[in-house]
């Protein structure tokens, strides 16, 4: 009985045995499985949530590359069919190098550049914002105390993403803002709620870029709805940028600023769309930085 049960079942299960085997080097030697870490075992798992970029085809997931063409062209092909219809319609969205920012007022640049260091600030260290803040502030100096909003404080965290490190300061720009202009009221938010902090004229509050309606929850414990400043230095990724973007054209002032910040070069293609729709009622840049690019409007 013994034996013809192994007749009938083992070279089935050895067979099963072997392919699993086979089927996990498989997986393991592909580079794509390799790199994801999130839980995803083939790159089957990974690809098949981004939804709407995987092909609706047949045997699509054994062409990773296909998804992530796909998901890299949209936004460049979407600005040149944009240019089809929009033509007498879309000014030209402003481009600049940082060098040219930082002269309106010398002394609020210096003083910027020394601030940002000193609270422990990217701002004017690995980045040359300063200059670009600098002549912000200065255009909006007649409006009276600013309202200074900030998207992103630096997590010390360093299993978090966008983190500062372990040496990082959080609240570092808030500060720096807060003391660079004595009268402005400084707002703050993240994700990371083990941040958030209360002190004379800052306030922050939790948000997630990526999930509209918390902005409005954020505002909810601000003495202010309003901003003259808003800055994006949070997740650095398109779609957290326009959550920011979809906030901030509804709560900034009348000649007021909204910053993106951190935006890489590969990355503006994914702009030129959004950049070509907002300026037709906005003014709207990009700067090329020391070590990448800020939107503006
Ligand atoms: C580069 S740090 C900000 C540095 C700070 N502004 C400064 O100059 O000192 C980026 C921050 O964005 C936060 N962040 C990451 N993802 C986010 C999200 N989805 N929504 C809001 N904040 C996020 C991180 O927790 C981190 O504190």
């Known amino acids: 009985m013994i034996r013809s049960f192994i007749k009938e079942y083992a070279p089935k299960s050895i067979f099963k045995i072997l392919k699993s085997i086979y089927d996990l080097y498989r997986r393991s030697s592909n580079p794509i499985t390799r790199r994801v870490t999130s839980g995803f075992t083939t790159h089957y798992d990974f690809l ?3 939804v709407i970029w995987c092909p609706g085809s047949q045997n699509w997931w054994r062409y990773p590359e296909l998804t992530i063409k796909n998901t890299n062209l ?14 007498n319609d879309t000014k030209e969205w402003e481009e600049g190098v940082s060098s040219s920012y930082g002269l309106r007022n010398p002394a609020l640049t210096e003083n910027l550049w020394k601030i940002f260091r000193e609270h422990g600030s990217d701002k004017s260290t690995v980045n040359d914002y300063y200059l670009i803040y600098s ?5 909006l100096k007649n409006k009276g105390p600013l309202r200074i909003l900030e998207i992103g404080l630096g997590t010390n965290n360093p299993k978090l993403v ?5 040496s990082g ?29 209360t002190e004379e004229r800052i306030v922050t509050a939790a948000v997630d870029q990526l999930d509209l309606p918390s902005f409005d929850r954020m505002c909810e414990s601000f003495d202010d709805q309003v901003f003259d400043i808003i ?15 979809i ?24 702009w030129r769309p959004v950049l070509n729709i907002l300026s037709k009622d906005y003014t709207c840049g990009v700067v090329e930085c020391k070590s990448a690019c800020i939107g503006h409007l």
Do not use: C, W
């Not at 800055?231 to 973007?245: C, F, K, Y």
């Open 135 to 139: 002549d912000f502030i200065d255009r």
């Open 247 to 270: 906030f901030g054209l509804s709560h900034i002032s009348e000649g007021g600023v909204i910053v993106i910040e951190d935006i890489s070069l590969d990355a503006i293609i994914a």
């Open 74 to 87: 949209y936004p460049e092909l979407l600005a040149k069919i944009q240019s089809y219809v929009d033509q």
């Open 169 to 197: 300061r959080p609240g570092a720009s808030l500060r720096a803002f807060r003391d660079a202009l004595p009268e402005a009221r400084v707002y703050g938010a993240d994700i990371d709620t083990d941040i958030l902090f």
């Open 48 to 50: 098949g949530k981004l």
């Open 231 to 245: 800055i994006d230095d949070g997740l650095h990724a398109v779609s957290a940028n326009m959550g920011t973007l």
């Open 162 to 166: 966008s983190s500062m490190g372990p």
